[in-house]
């Protein structure tokens, strides 16, 4: 089996597409409890992961303001923004 590819290096559809696969693992398979709390704790990490790619799509998207032409501008984010 390949070596894992660090979680913090994964984009979402990877992190969440392996978390996935370890929900079914975990869900399916009768597994040693080692490795079945070795899974726990990569889907653990996968699910933080997709957390935080999440919130910085959010945040650039809250960071598009309209323009006057019926469009939308991408604006510096700032703490104290009207928007």
């Not at 597994?31 to 996968?46: D, K, M, N, T, V």
């Not at 699910?47 to 945040?59: D, G, H, I, K, W």
């Amino acid at each position: 089996m390949a070596k894992a590819k660090p979680v913090d290096q994964l984009n979402y559809e990877h992190a969440f597409e392996e978390l996935e696969s370890i929900v079914e693992q975990l869900q399916t398979a009768d597994l040693p409890l080692e490795e079945a709390l070795s899974l726990f704790e990569r889907g653990q990490a996968l699910s933080t992961r997709c957390n935080e790619l999440l919130e910085q799509a959010e945040l650039k998207l809250r960071q598009l303001t309209p323009d006057k032409t019926q469009g939308y501008l991408e604006t510096e984010f700032s703490e104290d923004a009207d928007h």
